[in-house]
């Protein structure tokens, strides 16, 4: 039983790493057509549309690992894992990106995006000790923005999809094999 254990999660790293790196270009492509896009609304547009593709290959790939590596067994915990693993693997590929984006390529990036949330919480008239405060607040290094937007904010993405994908692939799995019984 050991064994298996052990097997089990090998193939749940190595799935999920291999997986990644679809995930990881997917999340880079549509990263570039958002920040050169700029003004042109056909490149925002398709960018924005991207964005719904996500879940469609978290999906795809938790029912691929559900199917190739745990016979269609799969438990809440197991797709939660999967599904973390590989938006950490994939969050490091786009991590790469917006690190030479925002450290040599756009160096002002960082500095324009915090002068637009002010700008913003000025025109939702947000109250001055707050849009003050964020006004105050000492702009992130590269390294810390790549980790605390990109990276942590990918896997809680992944957190949240999960918790809504993992069910729906249990629930077709049941319902499958509800119609090979019936």
């Known amino acids: 039983m050991k064994e298996s254990m052990e097997d089990n999660r090998s193939?749940?790293?190595n799935y999920s790493i291999n997986a990644s790196l679809f995930l990881g270009i997917f999340w880079v492509v549509k990263?570039?057509?958002?920040?050169?896009?700029?003004?042109?609304a056909v490149l925002n547009f398709l960018s924005s549309l991207l964005s719904f593709g996500t879940p469609v290959?978290?999906?795809?790939?938790l029912t691929?690992?559900?199917?190739?590596?745990?016979?269609d067994k799969i438990s809440f915990g197991q797709g939660i894992q999967f599904s973390i693993l590989l938006f950490f693997f994939a969050s490091i590929w786009e991590a790469v990106v917006v690190f030479i984006h925002v450290n040599w390529i756009d160096p002002a990036y960082i500095a324009n995006l915090y002068s637009s949330l002010v700008e913003i919480a000025r025109s939702?008239?947000?109250s001055e000790a707050l849009t003050a405060q964020l006004a105050e607040q000492?702009?992130?290094s590269s390294f810390n923005y790549v980790v605390?937007?990109?990276?942590?904010?990918?896997?809680f993405i992944g957190l949240l999809l999960s918790l809504l994908i993992v069910p729906i692939v249990r629930y077709l799995v049941?319902?499958?094999e509800n119609n090979f019984t019936d």
């Open 11 to 13: 193939q749940l790293l």
């Open 57 to 61: 290959i978290l999906f795809y790939f």
């Open 31 to 40: 990263y570039l057509l958002a920040n050169i896009g700029g003004e042109n």
């Open 148 to 155: 605390s937007n990109i990276i942590l904010g990918d896997v």
């Open 138 to 140: 000492p702009l992130p």
């Open 124 to 126: 939702i008239n947000l």
């Open 64 to 71: 691929r690992y559900n199917s190739r590596y745990l016979d």
């Open 174 to 176: 049941t319902k499958k």
